[in-house]
């Protein structure tokens, strides 16, 4: 069974509940008009029984009317819009008298039906609404009158009326459901929209956008959430094409200083001296590539939020010393000055592992962009509901147009002046990502031959 349209889908549930709902108000409106019409025949009937009522009198066990060739004359003189029809009987049921327009026709008595009630009956072909009311002497029934009235017209209104209505039931739902599908395709447009832009984009083309509705209604916000959404895929490809351009780009320069490094070392034979050299100078380039791999691996590995974090109790102070004697070499060979101010005992609930690699890469760099005879300050201090970690080195600094790139991959502030510093660019793109991953707030200032600070701040909602 072939499946609707959403445009038509749409439209057939609005007509089924307009179906529902015009059935109701036709059948009210053929009801009231039913009441009425049937109402205003009641109230003459009444009239008429009490008008003729007044016309006849009781003599003993029998009843006569008063006037009865007046009565005969009035009626035959009538002009018969919506016809009366008026018998006398006696209870016996044999009639006494009957109006001229009744002809050869009598009015049926009807014994089972209540008295003063008005029901419908016929008077051969004809439809009519019929009463019986008796007559009494004292207490006692002497005989009835017996009034109907025609319902010819009252049935020509309403079969007229039901016609209409079920002529225009179906008119007005197969218009209401062109209106409505109309109505849905242009409510619908931005899906098509949608479908349309979803199409056309691939992965060599994420700059196509939905156009978004003028209405701010539901869907506005999923186009722009779609849009949204595209945005972050966009930024997300283009970050792992130049992330792949990049590591590319440093993956192949150790292995290519490596191989020219070998091919003049094969060229001649050489002295034991030189092939030490240039086999220890290989022999470094090989351990920053292991390091550069490393890197991206760690980096790879924390990128979807896919690692589960071990949360303890960590030694803030421990952590920081722990880092600075594995720093003693470049610390003696620098002769840089360190200093730790610590004025109590700090504790944090966080991964150990994770926060050693941020204080790592942290001071690591910090003591890589430090001339000799520089100073290192670590503190530790509590400000308020939460403990910030400062690392304060004099080095070489960071150019104010640059701060904003520093936790880009692969970029290095003022590495381009110092050949001599080596480096992948990854580590603070590390410290970044680590620090989102451990709820830690990182800012980094800087001025240029004046050094670097970076506060690391633990919220209270970290600590135990």
Same mark, same amino acid.
């Given at each position: 069974?072939?499946?609707?349209? &959403?445009?038509?889908? !749409? ?44 016309? !006849? ?11 009865? #060739? ?22 016996? %049921?044999?009639?006494? #008298? ?19 009630? =008005? &029901? ?53 739902? *197969? ?17 098509? +929209? ?84 240039? !086999?220890?100078? @290989? ?9 550069? =791999? ?15 974090? /071990? ?6 102070? +421990?952590?920081?010393?722990?880092? *600075? ?5 470049? *610390? ?15 504790? !944090? #609930?966080?991964?150990?592992?994770? &926060? ?27 400000? %308020? ?5 400062? *690392? ?27 050949? #001599? ?13 680590? @620090? ?13 031959? /004046?050094?670097?600070? =970076? ?10």
């Amino acid at each position: 069974m072939p499946q609707l349209s &959403f445009k038509n889908r !749409i439209a057939s549930h609005y007509i089924i509940t307009t179906a529902l709902l015009i059935f109701v108000v036709f059948f009210i409106i053929y009801s009231i008009v039913r009441f009425s019409v049937y109402s205003h025949v009641n109230t003459d009937i009444s009239i008429e029984v009490e008008k003729h009522l007044t016309e !006849i009198e009781v003599v003993g066990n029998s009843f006569h009317l008063i006037h009865e #060739e007046e009565w005969k004359e009035r009626e035959h003189n009538t002009l018969d819009v919506n016809p009366v029809f008026i018998q006398f009987i006696d209870k016996k %049921g044999v009639v006494i #008298e009957k109006s001229p327009n009744l002809k050869k026709q009598t009015l049926t008595y009807f014994s089972k039906k209540i008295d003063n009630e =008005v &029901f419908d009956t016929k008077l051969e072909t004809n439809t009519i609404r019929q009463i019986q009311v008796p007559i009494y002497q004292k207490t006692k029934v002497i005989g009835y009158i017996l009034i109907a009235m025609s319902l010819e017209d009252a049935s020509l209104v309403l079969n007229n009326l039901s016609e209409v209505l079920i002529i225009v039931y179906p008119l007005i739902l *197969i218009l209401l459901f062109f209106i409505a599908r109309f109505i849905a395709g242009r409510s619908i447009k931005p899906i098509s +929209a949608i479908i349309k832009t979803s199409n056309v984009i691939t992965k060599d083309n994420l700059t196509s956008r939905i156009p978004m509705p003028q209405n701010r209604d539901e869907l506005f916000v999923l186009s722009q959430t779609i849009n949204n959404l595209l945005d972050r895929i966009e930024t997300a490809v283009e970050r792992e094409k130049q992330f792949t351009s990049d590591a590319s780009h440093e993956l192949r320069t150790p292995l290519t200083v490596i191989k020219g490094t070998l091919e003049v070392l094969i060229r001649k034979p050489r002295d034991a001296a030189e092939y030490e050299e240039k !086999i220890n100078f @290989c022999v470094k380039e090989v351990n920053r590539l292991n390091h550069l =791999v490393d890197q991206l691996l760690l980096l790879a590995r924390f990128e979807n939020q896919k690692q589960t974090l /071990k949360i303890e109790k960590v030694y803030l102070n +421990a952590i920081f010393l722990d880092t *600075i004697a594995r720093s003693s070499s470049t *610390i003696q060979s620098k002769k840089i000055t360190v200093s730790a101010e610590f004025s109590q005992d700090y504790f !944090i #609930e966080t991964d150990s592992y994770l &926060f050693s690699i941020i204080i790592n890469n942290l001071i690591s760099n910090a003591l890589k962009y430090s001339n000799s005879d520089d100073s290192l300050t670590i503190k530790i201090v509590s400000n %308020g509901a939460k403990i910030e970690c400062h *690392i304060i080195d004099s080095g070489i600094g960071i150019p104010s147009e640059d701060l904003e790139r520093i936790f880009n991959q692969f970029y290095r502030s003022k590495s381009s002046d110092h050949p #001599e510093i080596k480096g992948t660019g990854l580590g603070l793109s590390i410290v970044s990502r680590l @620090c989102s991953l451990l709820n830690i707030t990182v800012a980094i200032t800087s001025q240029e031959n /004046k050094g670097t600070t =970076v506060i690391l701040s633990l919220f209270e909602a970290d600590l135990k």
